[in-house]
């Protein structure tokens, strides 16, 4: 059993940065790939970013295409989430998420969906101000 915690939300002005972490317990987090989804009032929750196991393949939604990066530190067990030019429309709560997988490249639509993935966080709101 993983648990998993996020931090690093609030609040930031358009254009801004913000770094998330995830921090998890409970199991080997080198055995799992991870991935941050969001969901803003009213919508669905979306897939943000995923990373493969050993942090060798990432998967970005076009949305945050070259404005965010995720990564992870396996000795450290916690995955990142280093958010650049925020907008407005990034606006909404930030989960991260964990599924037990070896799989080396996961630039897939399978890791898209939340329904693939076992383990979540509680989430941390990200308000962007314009």
């Known amino acids: 059993q993983v648990q998993l915690v996020e931090s690093g939300g609030g609040l930031v002005q358009a254009g801004g940065s913000l770094r998330l972490s995830c921090a998890a317990s409970?199991?080997?987090?080198?055995?799992?790939?991870m991935g941050w989804f969001r969901q803003a009032p009213g919508k669905e929750r979306e897939f943000v970013a995923g990373?493969?196991?050993?942090?060798?393949?990432?998967y970005y939604a076009d949305s945050v295409q070259g404005r965010f990066t995720i990564s992870r530190d396996n000795a450290k067990n916690t995955v990142y989430l280093q958010m650049k030019s925020l907008k407005p429309e990034d606006t909404a709560v930030y989960y991260c998420?964990?599924?037990?997988?070896?799989?080396?490249?996961?630039?897939?639509?399978?890791?898209?969906?939340?329904?693939?993935?076992?383990?979540w966080g509680q989430g941390t709101q990200v308000t962007v101000s314009s």
């Open positions: 409970g199991g080997t987090f080198s055995s799992y790939a």
């Open positions: 998420a964990a599924r037990y997988d070896f799989t080396t490249d996961i630039r897939t639509t399978y890791y898209t969906r939340p329904t693939t993935y076992e383990y």
């Open positions: 990373i493969n196991w050993s942090g060798a393949y990432t």
